[in-house]
């Protein structure tokens, strides 16, 4: 019976000594914090974060027969009115006003986009800084 008494010690002594040195490492790690501001990953990426942002905007101003369109949208939500649907009318008209709200967004970010790429084409020369 001491022998299991014994190992059952060791092994929680060591879980506890497991446990102080995970505990330690994330919070050296928290203080440390980012050694730049990730402009060079930025500059990489705005040729595609451009294109989705572009392709996203096409689709939101798209015509009635565009799926995910506002036109789209606005025509569910006119149709649910006419059917007498308040609570379907009021659940589209939500996600219209939510998807208006969206292409103002992403119309700011396309123009803050275009801004850091102009940055990046005199900035950043491809090397990793």
């Known amino acids: 019976m001491s022998m299991r008494r014994t190992t059952l010690a060791s092994g929680l002594a ?3 000594l497991l446990g102080t040195l995970f505990a330690a490492s ?9 050694k730049t ?9 705005a ?3 451009d ?5 996203e905007l096409a689709r939101l101003n798209g015509p ?9 949208l606005q025509q569910r939500v006119a149709n649910a009115q ?5 609570a379907v009318e009021t659940y589209l008209n939500d996600r219209l006003t939510a998807r208006k709200a969206l292409i ?8 803050d986009l275009r801004a850091v790429q102009t940055w990046c084409a005199a900035n950043d020369n491809g090397s990793s800084k």
């Open 14 to 16: 060591g879980l506890a």
């Open 104 to 111: 103002g967004t992403l119309t700011q970010r396309q123009t």
């Open 82 to 86: 006419k059917a007498g649907h308040s």
């Open 47 to 49: 040729t595609k974060v």
């Open 64 to 72: 009635v027969t565009e799926t995910g369109s506002v036109a789209r």
């Open 37 to 45: 501001d990730g402009a060079h990953g930025i500059c990489l990426r």
């Open 51 to 55: 294109t989705r942002i572009t392709r």
């Open 26 to 34: 994330p919070a050296s790690a928290a203080t440390s914090g980012p």
